[in-house]
């Protein structure tokens, strides 16, 4: 087991090297980062001259990349557009999306695991196919669509909740976007949980423990739902990294100051450090998400052993 | 080997109330299933019963309905598509069929315990062997956790697997299959059950593995002074163990009879075949005896005997009328107990 871990943690050496490599020079093709930072007007040419060199964006481009890696590995993200340091902005952003990837996880493990093991265990009945539907509506309407619906509807018209997120994202005001955030994963953990369930309902060891004489509840729970919980739980965990790097539309629209906000900011005003700063620490946490969904897989499945 | 003391000096009264009749009768069994394609008459009128320390075999090839009519005695048939349309099936004078779930439920493990025949999917996967065979004490008699580990690996050294105390926190793919096996058997034995249902418990395993696990299960059974009904469809597994057999055929039974004697006289061309096909050493060299034909698809049953299209004594009466199971006699007309064939021409069969 520890050797795997060494060895996967060295895997992501050259993965992180690669990605943000790849990062760095597409946000290089994006534009001209001094133009984003004079706004809409034309630069004054000597200001950007300037700029330009106390930038370091008269050098080559890899020689730009090793001075940011160096510079990265000193804790130094570089400046966002507005004078603020990256790590500042991180150290604000970071927590709201958190909160707010946890809200939606919760959803779809209570919502969609539910759904799941309800139509997966009464296939071909009305409520799975009322269910699958719903799904199939979920996964096919863009979030942005939900999103926006949702906040017109309960924000405007009804009232029930505030339409844009207070700059401090308490829990309670992350709940709609929570929500919409998980709504096209929730949808596929519905349908992965149903299909999973309703595979193994008919395993012989589900057979076994009917026959032992064990309480429905026990036989699902205890035999069928542990069983048949290890994909879903692989999707989730992959998940999380998708959530917090897909948070981009939900956060715009709720006006949320998370990562997808702050990530959002850099690429209109194609700043560089903003941009490369964010998404480098969203694929390490993609790449520890899925670090920890393989070593999770080997204490689900006693069958999956690391060497 | 303590514990083979202890309960080997107690083999017991079982039961209280019903101490005359059969443990278990199965009384004119129906059951199909409703499948895309019509009704598949899967079982279809079957009569057994099984006594306390009594051993009955049940004997048939694939789809001849012998797994399914234990699946309703144990009540864990798919239902739907399964139904029974007609049956009754009495435990110790009770009818189950007339049970509530939860009634049937108690019954199930605590009574009447089941053996499956692959022990590797059998089990669950994620579970230790120890949970697994603790959980009928937790379950049933409301042990605490470690005690029900220590009765696991107590039913661990009954079974006589090695280091069982080491091992009981093992999972089912780190044994071997005669192994497994031997921990299905611990499972179905762990509430000391009247009756154990043995479903081909020996056929995924080799032949010498195969003969421990049935030594196993007969010498417990002599023990606990359990009623058995071994399903299988080996002709050599039976003959050891078995105090009676019944030869299914497409959902029904087609011969019954005391264990040496069908192997001496069969009274149905059915059973005639199935010996037949037995591989003799003393008839190495020659072309083994195969019965011709297909099992019939449950779907659309021959009409008449079912066996007819497959027999090799097959007359009109045979397409047109469905053989009753009757009593077998002797020549002279004195009856053979426990025998009887569901044929046309048992006369002709066993005496001809």
Sequence with gaps: ?307 | MTIIDKTADVPAPRGSNDESGPLLEVRDLHVEFHTRDGVAKAVNGVNYSVSAGETLAVLGESGSGKSVTAQAVMGILDMPPGRIPKGEIFFRGQDMLKMSNEERRQIRGQKIAMIFQDALSSLNPVLSVGYQLGEMFRVHQGLSKKDAKAKAIALMDRVRIPAAKERVNDYPHMFSGGMRQRIMIAMALALEPDLIIADEPTTALDVTVQAQVMDLLAELQRDFNMGLILITHDLGVVADVADKIAVMYAGRIVETAPVHEIYKRPAHPYTKGLLESIPRLDQKGQELYAIKGLPPNLLHVPSGCAFNPRCTMAQDICRTEVPALRPVTEQDGTELVGRGSACHFWKETIHG
């Design chain 1, 1 to 307: 087991m520890g050797r795997y871990v060494i060895r996967r943690l060295l895997q992501m050496i050259p993965v992180f090297f690669g990605t943000t490599l790849l990062i760095f020079l597409m946000v290089n093709v994006m534009g001209d980062p001094i133009a984003g930072l004079c706004g809409d007007r034309q630069c004054d040419p000597a200001t950007a001259a300037r700029l330009r060199t106390e930038f370091g964006l008269d050098k080559p481009v890899w020689q730009q990349y090793l001075t940011y890696m160096g510079n990265i590995f000193t804790g130094d993200f570089g400046t966002a557009f507005n004078g603020q340091k990256v790590t500042e902005l991180m150290a604000t952003a970071f927590p709201i999306t958190i909160r707010l990837t946890i809200v939606a996880i919760v959803f779809e493990i209570v919502i969609g695991i539910s759904l799941g093991v309800v139509t997966g265990l009464r296939r071909g009945r009305p409520v799975d196919t009322v269910v699958l539907i719903l799904t199939l509506v979920v996964i096919a309407v863009p979030t942005f669509v939900t999103g926006l619906l949702l906040q017109l509807l309960l924000g405007v018209e009804w009232g029930v909740i505030k339409p844009s997120v207070s700059s401090e994202a308490p829990v309670d005001e992350l709940i709609v976007p929570g929500l919409v955030l998980a709504s096209v994963s929730l949808a596929y953990v519905t349908r992965l949980t149903r299909t999973s369930i309703a595979e193994n309902a008919r395993a012989d060891y589900v057979r076994t423990a009917v026959a032992k004489g064990l309480p429905r509840r026990r036989v699902v729970v205890r035999h069928l739902l542990r069983n048949s919980l290890i994909p879903v739980i692989t999707f989730i965990g992959t998940d999380v990294g998708a959530l917090m790097g897909g948070a981009i539309v939900t956060e715009r629209i709720f006006n949320i100051h998370g990562v997808g906000y702050q990530l959002y900011q850099g690429i209109l005003r194609q700043n560089s450090q903003t941009v490369v700063g964010f998404v480098t620490v969203l694929v390490l946490v993609f790449l520890a998400a899925n670090l920890i969904v393989d070593l999770l897989y080997a204490v689900l499945d006693p069958r999956i052993r690391y060497a």
